[in-house]
Structures are given as C-alpha cells and as structure tokens.
C-alpha cells in the first residue's frame, strides 16, 4: 500500500482513478493494472480492503460483515477467483434456518419438512392458499407493484405472513406494502415451491437444485479484495487506505480531478479516467461545479438501509451447525446470526472457542442505530442466551460493534424513477464510470460486483459492455442445474 503516492505516474499513459476499495473497485484497478495501459490508482476511505465483503479481527479471531458465500453460475469468474486465491479456497457445506417462534425451518424453504413443522391445519391453510393463488393469477392476473404483491403472487397468502413479511419487514424497516417488487425478483424470481418439492424428494441429476455448498477463502471474504490489492501494487498499481474523495470537479462534461482528503490534508488529484464504486446519492453531492438541481434531488432520495453487526467471542467450541440462521421474531432485535467456524475453521485462533456475528438491520439515526455498543452485546448476549437458549450467558467472553453504512440500497416504491433521473445524467460525463454495488445502487452480490469491475475496466480497454445489464438473470440465485 502506498503512503504518499505520485499521480498520474511520470510515465505517461492515461491515468485512471478508482474511488472505493471493494470487490468491484480493486478489480477494475487489477484487470487495468494487468493490460499495462494505464497508470491506475485505488483510493480507500477504510484502512481495509473489501467495503462490505472485508473481513475484521480481533484477538485473532475473524469476522465478515454478516457472512459473505462466494457462488456464481458465472464460470468465468469461479475461474477469476479461483487464479486469485488458489488453495486459499474451500468448500462450505450450507445449512440454514429460519428461526421462528421456537421452531427452526430450513432456508430456503423446504416445502415437506416445512408443512411437518408448522402442523396439520396451518400446512393444509398454506397448501390451499399456495393453490388458490395460482388459479386466480391465471384467471385474472394481478399487476405486481409492492414487494407485498410478489410474495403473494409466488407463494400464497399464508407462507408469505409467516415467512417472508415479518423478516422484510426487519430487513428493510417499512411494509412490504411500501417496498418495490423488484427486490423480490432479484431474490427469489423463479424460486418455486415445485422446485423445493422435488429438490426434497429425488435429488437427481436432471432436476434443478438449490445450492447445498459454497465456496469461502479460508480467512474469510475480506482476503478476496486484500489479494486483489496485492496484485495491483505488484503490478505498479498505487493502492491507499485511509482517503476519502470529497469533491469532483468537471470542466466541459469531463472530470478534470478529484479532491481527496486524507486526515485533515486535501489533495487534488488530476485524474484522465474516473471509476467510481461508493455510494450513488453521496458521489453525486461531490460535484463541483454541482449537477442541475433536479438530479440532485433524486439522488438525494436514493436511500440506503444501514447494517450493525455484534461480534462476540464464546467460551464453547461450537454454537450450532449453521451457516446463517435467519431470526424471524419480530421481539427478538437482530435479523441474521452466522457462527465464522462453521464457514472455516481458520476464522478462529482456539479449537476450544467459537464466534458469532449477529445482523442488525437499521437506518442511521434510529433506535437501533443509536444503541450503545455495549448494550448491542449485551442484548445480543441475552436473546442468544434466554430467548434461543443456544448459550449460556457466562460464554460470551467478550464482543465488539460494528457499524456498517449503506449496506443495502433501498428499493422504495420510487427509486426507479429516481435512478432514471440520475443514471442518465452521469452518463453526460464522458471519462465516468459508476460501477458496483452501491454505485449503481443495484442490490448485486460479490460476483456481480466483481463482473461490473471487469466489465468497467474492458470499456476503457475498448470493448464495449452495459454494466446495468449484470444481475439481470431470469433465475433464482439459490438454484442451480445440474449437467
Ligand atoms: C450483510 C451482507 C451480507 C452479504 N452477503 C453476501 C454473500 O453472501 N455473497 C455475496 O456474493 N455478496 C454478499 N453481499 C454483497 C457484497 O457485500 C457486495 O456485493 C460487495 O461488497 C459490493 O462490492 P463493491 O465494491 O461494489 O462495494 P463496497 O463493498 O460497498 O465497496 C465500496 C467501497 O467504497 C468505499 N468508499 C465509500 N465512500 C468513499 C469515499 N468517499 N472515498 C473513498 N472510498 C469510499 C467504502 O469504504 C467501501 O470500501 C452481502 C452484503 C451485506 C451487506
């Protein structure tokens, strides 16, 4: 990593300047740095690689920002990361469960075991209901407007009060009502309850399955982006931790530079090509001069939910089996639970020890946002040790908070119409790029965001792709086809 670097480097080729050290930021800077084109800089406001996909420590053990599985049905990236990371590489057994009023049911949702949990009359109600719905929705299909709407349409009233509207309602903080369908489709579009059915039943080679392994570096997802930064330095890439762009100026619709504070110092730096992966709403309010008046008040209502996860170290060599256990109950505050061992067991330094990392899903400002760290711990300790009984109190030796903004961009009822207010306006500007997850406020996984790095850099390369066209499959991510 550089500590005072010179750019655009004496030598003469086209500089490019990457705003966010993520996965799509460092691997638009590698795939740059690679072709030798371009003198290529990655600025990092954390001292961390990885934004969402880092990987935190703490006495030794390791902790991903909520647990982050490596799967893609892209098979030129399982071979990018495979390059990357190499025997750094393992596979993960997957084993979920929702958590609900005292009884656990496997994720996703598997339709047999399921019925058996919730009991004769409700399993028969959700059958009904799951039935019914499909014969209306041929009869008279209803438009699909709310995150409500498609729940109902794919799963029938009653599965989706008790699966999908409480958790979304955590996750995202308002009705389902109030919430864009759009979500749902990138989760769980083509996700069907036949698809579960014979998923239990037959498990054969020609049936579509859900995903029951995945791959995970074995010192967690941060070591994705820190090898990434790696390269690139190794390549004569300048990589710095620590600076945060403040401002972009533009002369005759081009960015000219960008100004970049590190502690109290700005600098300037001129800049040929710009990509940017941070956070649409708050690139956009760093204009100089600033964009018209009506693109900033979409991007201003561009809205992000917030994350904090509470990290504890316990006196047990293990909690449960899961990899994520999801938290429906509405009187239990945090959203999703994962224990790192299970993942790899070298995200722990103690054989005799375990960790966990609880998820919860807030919005800056609010009562879970302004909760001490301590009381966090403290009741993330009480509901791990009272309400789900999966400790006792005494094991918990010791936890840290952390606190994650713009975790998940916010699909309301009106971002589409935002985003097409704002999206066109940036593509004005001729050496821009936004790219990622947050940058093109599209709820994209790693690989997603990786592929839109690649896809960025190939532009200035001379190829020619739509980054808005990644994340467009018509499938549920959880299945897969087996050949
Ligand atoms: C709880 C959770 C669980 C997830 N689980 C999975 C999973 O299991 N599998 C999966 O594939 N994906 C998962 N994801 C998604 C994954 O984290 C993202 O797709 C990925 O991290 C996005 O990468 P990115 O580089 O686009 O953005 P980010 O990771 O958000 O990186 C952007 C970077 O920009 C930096 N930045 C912001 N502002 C500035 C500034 N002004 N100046 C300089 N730098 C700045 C940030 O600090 C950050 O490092 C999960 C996400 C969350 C929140």
Known sequence: MTDYPVFPAIDKRPS??????????????????????????????????GGLARTLTHRGYRFDIGGHRWFTKNESLNKFLKSLLGDELRNTRRVSRIYLEGKFYDYPLKLGPALMTMGPVTAAKAGLDYLLTH?????SPRPVISMEDAYR???????????????????WGIDCSEASADWVDQRVKGMSIVTAVLDALIKSRTVASLIDEFVYPRKGIGRISERLAEEIESMGGITCQGWEAAGINTEEGRVKSV?????????????????????????CMMFDP?????????????RFRDLITVNLVLSRPKMTDDTWIYIHDKDILLGRLHEPKN?????????????????????????????????LVDITSRDLATRMQFINLNQVEGGFVARHPNAYPFYDLDYRKNLGIVRPALKEISNLQVLGRSGLFRYNNMDHSIETGLLAARNLLGEKHDLDAVNMDAEYHEIIRRK
Request: proline share 6%.
């Open 16 to 49: 490019v300047l990457i705003l966010g050290g993520g996965p799509a930021g460092l691997t638009a800077g590698y795939e740059l740095a690679r072709s030798g084109r371009y003198s290529v800089m990655v600025i990092e406001k954390q001292k961390a690689w």
């Open 135 to 139: 014969v209306m929705e041929r009869v």
């Open 153 to 171: 349409k794919q799963f029938g009233n009653t599965l989706y009060r008790m699966f999908f509207k409480q958790y979304s309602e955590k996750v």
């Open 259 to 283: 100004t970049a504070r590190r502690e109290n110092e700005e600098y300037e730096i001129p800049v040929d090509y710009l990509l940017s992966t941070i956070p649409l709403n708050e690139f």
């Open 290 to 302: 600033p964009l018209p008046g009506g693109v900033l008040n979409s991007a201003g209502l561009l």
């Open 343 to 375: 993942w790899s067991p070298e995200m722990v330094p103690d054989p005799y020890r375990t960790s966990v990392v609880a998820e919860y899903f807030c919005s800056r400002g609010d009562e879970i946002w302004r909760l001490s760290d301590q009381m």
